[in-house]
């Protein structure tokens, strides 16, 4: 699937049971934007994981960090709307031993990473919701 906002081909992946619920939809995978980080829910996600350093290498490569991460990124241009999901996210990612805002901090920077979103004024707004 490509993207809608960009072109670039996304990359699908399952959300866990106990994440689905920070995930818009009832949807059981999400699909992510390599370019402009645009999260999709997707009713038929693959059984394995991408290779989630296809965005940026600053991105987790293990699935119990890079899953919720790509759901805290794709959720980031609604910080009003998804405060609660976000943080909830945000913690889960730091359970896994990834710090998310270092992780802002190198996306908003890395090369062929093109969000809509600035990242940078949302990794000040999130760092006071931890």
């Not at 919720?68 to 999901?85: C, H």
């Not at 992780?103 to 090369?111: K, M």
Request: hydrophobic share 40%.
């Amino acid at each position: 699937m490509d993207c809608p906002e960009c072109g670039t081909r996304m990359l699908a992946f399952a959300v866990p049971a106990d994440l689905r619920e920070y995930l818009p939809g009832d949807e059981p995978g999400a699909t992510i934007c390599p370019r402009c980080l645009e999260l999709r829910p997707v009713t038929d996600p693959p059984e394995e994981s991408p290779d989630f350093r296809q965005i940026a290498d600053a991105f987790p490569a293990e699935s119990e960090a890079a899953i919720p991460m790509a759901l805290v990124v794709g959720l980031l241009s609604s910080l009003a709307i998804y405060r609660q999901e976000i943080s909830a996210l945000l913690v889960n990612v730091e359970r896994a031993g990834v710090d998310p805002l270092l992780v802002i901090d190198r996306l908003s920077i890395a090369d062929g990473v093109e969000p809509s979103v600035d990242l940078q004024g949302r990794r000040r707004q999130l760092e006071q919701l931890l």
